[in-house]
């Protein structure tokens, strides 16, 4: 379905607003709900959903970045056949079946781990890459960020829009009560398109926002982001900003598009305590509407 084969995603935050949980299981570890291989609720963490659903799509190479104290992501993503083997004489079936649907699609890609050596933000995460992703547009998937939705659609309308435009950055966004917490678009909507704004300018956590539309840390990008990341200098955190980058590529007359979400596409953020609550409430009923659909 997809015409880009590379998809990197970050896992290096430190997880503080999620401390003391987040203090050896990193963030991208938490679970959620989702449906097993039989349809029954299970759960599973948020980074292998994450990978699931691009793999579903069709990406087979991925880079996962991760730092200190991310080893279980690495181990999560690494099949341990002898508990698969376990699994199918001590505990039901379906979790057998569910691992081992895991396990091949681990086996029919190709997972690169990337390290960040020091906590220097998103945008430092993102450069890591660079030798990875090489001279192509790729996939940018924030490892605490997740949208479900009914045919990963937010997915495959975020490739379709890519494939029409060929924007510099594309890049999933939703309306919000408050947007300060987030990346926030300034543009305008593109005619004939319900669900396409074009992006202008995008502000990183504004103590006023410019707009409701707040970025989600779903990107398709073109490799000149490497180059803008490059120039951008740290903030007063010492962190290096994605953001700082995408306004640089658009200063640099580069194109923006932001796809909207649809009303039945939910975007779960496990950044914070209260976020993480949505998160579960909202993945239980995702999970609840399937079966009842089933
Ligand atoms: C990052 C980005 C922000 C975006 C958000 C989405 O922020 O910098 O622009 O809106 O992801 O989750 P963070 O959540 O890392 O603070």
Avoid at 50 to 62: A, R, S, T, V
Avoid at 175 to 196: A, C, F, M, T
Wanted: hydrophobic share 40%.
């Amino acid at each position: 379905m997809t015409h880009l084969s590379k998809a990197v995603i970050t896992a290096a935050g430190l997880g503080t607003r999620l401390l003391p949980s987040s203090k050896e299981i990193p963030k991208e570890m938490f679970p959620i709900f989702d449906l097993d291989e039989s349809g029954s609720i299970c759960v599973k963490p948020v980074m292998h959903r994450i990978f699931e659903n691009l793999y579903d799509i069709g990406f087979k190479n991925f880079c996962i970045i991760v730092g200190r104290g991310k080893r279980s992501i690495e181990d999560h993503f690494t099949p341990d056949r002898v508990f698969s083997i376990l699994a199918g004489d001590r505990v039901k079936p379906n979790m057998h079946n569910t691992l081992a649907g895991f396990y091949q699609k681990i086996l029919d890609s190709k997972i690169f781990f990337i390290n960040q050596p020091e906590p220097k933000g998103f945008g430092d995460a993102v450069l890591r890459a660079e030798t990875f992703v090489g001279d192509e547009h790729f996939l940018l998937h924030a490892g605490d960020d997740l949208v479900l939705s009914k045919g990963h659609s937010h997915l495959v309308r975020l490739l379709d829009v890519f494939n029409r435009y060929r924007g510099d950055i594309t890049v999933l966004a939703e309306r919000v009560e408050k947007p300060s917490q987030y990346g926030v678009i300034v543009g305008e909507p593109v005619s004939g398109e319900r669900y396409l704004i074009k992006v202008r300018d995008i502000v990183e956590k504004p103590a006023k926002p410019p707009s409701n539309i707040a970025v989600i840390g779903i990107y398709i990008l073109s490799p000149r982001i490497f180059d803008a990341l490059k120039h951008v200098e740290p903030d007063e955190r010492g962190e290096i900003q994605l953001t700082t980058a995408l306004k640089r590529l658009l200063e640099e007359r580069g194109e923006g598009y932001a796809v909207l979400l649809r009303e039945s596409e939910k975007r779960l953020d496990v950044g914070n305590p209260a976020n993480y609550y949505r998160a579960l409430v909202e993945s239980y009923d995702f999970c609840i509407k399937r079966i009842k659909k089933s």
